[in-house]
């Protein structure tokens, strides 16, 4: 069987594939200069849907560029996985009682 955490309308589904944000999210949390990261589902005419990340960096460090990121995801997970879009922002939108504003990271790559 296989799980996947989260809520449902957060699985990015890719060309029939269900992916599970946690899962990319997870992974860009051991690079030693990310400070917290979110995987969105962007618009993809190939795939219908593709992912798309948001990083803050911890203080004092040094910025990964995409590539690194994207190489990160790759050699750790399925190439399904690697995002289309990156964004590295100053802070993720939280709503007031902590929870992820999905929603508004994909706005960011709507724009």
């Known amino acids: ?20 944000p946690a899962e990319i999210e997870e992974v860009l949390m051991t690079h030693p200069a990310i400070a917290d990261a979110a995987a969105v589902a962007v618009p993809s005419a190939e795939w219908g849907e593709a992912v798309g990340i948001a990083v803050t960096c911890k203080p004092d460090s040094t910025i990964p560029d995409d590539a690194e990121l994207k190489m990160l995801i790759k050699n750790r997970l399925r190439s399904s ?3 289309e879009r990156v964004a590295v ?6 709503n007031e009682m902590g929870k992820l504003l999905r929603r508004e990271i994909r706005k960011l790559f709507s724009e």
Do not use: C, T
């Open 1 to 20: 069987y296989l799980f996947l955490g989260g809520r449902a309308d957060d699985v990015i589904v890719r060309g029939g594939e269900n992916i599970s």
């Open 81 to 83: 996985r690697v995002p």
């Open 89 to 94: 922002l100053e802070a993720l939108p939280y």
